[in-house]
């Protein structure tokens, strides 16, 4: 089983900026799909965002469109989430996510907290 570590976050000013980091054991990260989900107090885990395992268009809620953006490097095996124009209602713990076939991966989750 693959284990995820995040990393990257913090506490950041309305309208700043921070990058998320998610590396992955194994050997076939390639193979698989990447997400971050998020988690506020007191409310359901959503999703934020998703890269596909074979290159598609990322995919991304309504709530981050335009201010959030994934990526993926394969040969380091890690994904990215790149968060600008950052509001308090970001304020999270962020999750990575790894799928494909039976496995369906969970990192610890890593803290943002967007506040002035």
């Known amino acids: 089983q693959a284990q995820l570590v995040e990393s990257g976050g913090g506490l950041v000013q309305p309208g700043g900026s921070l990058r998320l980091s998610c590396a992955a054991s194994?050997?076939?990260?390639?193979?698989?799909?990447m997400a971050w989900y998020r988690q506020a107090p007191g409310k359901e885990r959503e999703f934020v965002a998703r890269?596909?395992?074979?290159?598609?268009?990322?995919y991304y809620a309504d709530s981050v469109k335009g201010r959030f953006t994934i990526s993926r490097d394969n040969a380091k095996n890690t994904v990215y989430l790149q968060m600008n124009s950052l509001k308090p209602g970001d304020t999270a713990i962020y999750y990575c996510?790894?799928?494909?076939?039976?496995?369906?991966?969970w990192g610890q989750g890593t803290q943002v907290t967007v506040s002035s």
């Open positions: 194994g050997r076939t990260f390639s193979s698989y799909d």
């Open positions: 996510r790894q799928w494909g076939g039976a496995d369906d991966n």
């Open positions: 890269s596909a395992r074979n290159g598609g268009s990322p």
